[in-house]
């Protein structure tokens, strides 16, 4: 069984690569999808990213209203001017909490569980959780953004 790994464990720095078409449809990513969802909601996380299960791909699980959903290949399309600051947390950095600023709407695009491409304007909990995962793709953690504990 997979499992979640935390800071500073260096992997979690590391740059996620883009996943193939064919390789979304195989019965082995649909697994890896599953297993992050199983993760998502036993540890009670908003969402997942692949990097946190030591998996460089670009694939992020998202936690909305008690259904997971994937975000394959996942890219921020624009960003409001306007920002907003919350209290963050992270699986991967059990304890710590704070204070980070962000866009407050982004406009994604990713191709969802089938491959297809999708484009989603997200506000409030999708954009704030959305952003927080896609950077964990870059190996951004929300700790190098926070502005105060
Ligand atoms: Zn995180």
Redesign the pocket.
Known sequence: MLKIITHPNPNLRKKSLPVENQQILTSEFQKLLNQMSYLMFKYD?A???AP?IDKQYRVVVVNIKGQSQAFINPKITKKSLLKKTLE??????PGVFGWVKRPKKVTIKYQDKNAIWQKEKCDEYLSRVIQ??I??LDGV??IDKIIKK
Do not use: M, P, T, V
């Not at 963050?88 to 950095?93: H, N, Q, R, T």
């Open positions: 996380g969402g997942l990213a946190q963050e947390g992270c699986l991967s950095i927080h995962e950077d964990h953690l929300f």
